[in-house]
């Protein structure tokens, strides 16, 4: 992960987003070994399994999977093609460079608003209104009743149930805690798109896809061999 090198010159807030990322995908990561691990053994050492192991397993990777997008606008690990960009001058790169930050904030917000208003019924949260573009919000749903398939609710979490389910008890966890990463992720998204754009802006970065590192590498261990 990141070094304290690179936080230099960032701000308090962009240092806390990007502890969460990197504390996350760590823990998810070391969540879905444990988990797989702990069911493999159940099987096949004592016949038995966790029957919400595999349900878990697939939360926590679409969590780490949404995590990832957003970290990878930060490290400009995102594929690109730029064979088009490559043959125009330094002025043109500059400018398409900054044209496809534009269409990356506005798709990041749709997104968003898209992922808000997905997971606003199943926490019984009011859903945004108008067609593309945010005018408000509107009434979908007072109670998130919905449950997952086969994941326990911890009994550390059944303070939720006055709050959420009118004081009803849950028998599975919610499914609007496990689905909150859509308009977490969708919010970590449109910052690191934003925060990449002000990099682009400011020439401190050329653009959102991947560096060519890769290619150098190749072609400083062919230009080390040729030398030996």
Not at 86 to 94: H, I, S
Not at 167 to 180: H, M, S, T, V
Request: one cysteine or more; proline letters at 4%; glycine letters at 8%.
């Amino acid at each position: 992960m990141a070094g304290s090198a690179e936080h230099q010159g960032t701000s308090a807030f962009a240092r806390v987003v990007n502890d969460i990322e990197e504390t996350a995908i760590a823990v998810i990561l070391g969540l879905m070994v444990l988990v797989t691990f702990v069911n493999v053994v159940l099987r096949y050492v004592f016949a038995k399994s966790l029957i919400w192991g595999q349900e878990l397993t697939l939360v926590l990777f679409a969590w780490l999977v949404i995590f990832g997008v957003s970290y990878a606008f930060k490290v400009t690990a995102h594929l690109g093609v730029d064979a088009i960009i490559n043959m125009l001058a330094p002025r043109g790169q500059r400018i398409l460079a900054l044209i496809s930050a534009a269409c990356c904030i506005i798709y990041a917000i749709l997104l968003l608003k898209g992922a808000w208003d997905y997971w606003a019924p199943f926490g019984g949260f009011d859903a945004t209104s108008g067609r593309w573009f945010p005018t408000g919000f509107e009434n979908t749903r007072d109670q998130a009743w919905y449950e997952t398939e086969q994941i326990p609710i911890p009994e550390w979490l059944r303070f939720i149930e006055p709050i959420f389910n009118e004081g009803e008890e849950y028998e599975k966890l919610p499914r609007f805690i496990p689905y909150f990463i859509l308009p977490f992720g969708c919010a970590l998204i449109l910052f690191r798109v934003v925060q990449a754009t002000i990099r682009v802006v400011t020439g401190k970065q050329a653009s959102l896809i991947v560096s060519h590192e890769a290619e150098e590498a190749v072609e400083e261990a062919a230009a080390k061999n040729a030398g030996d």
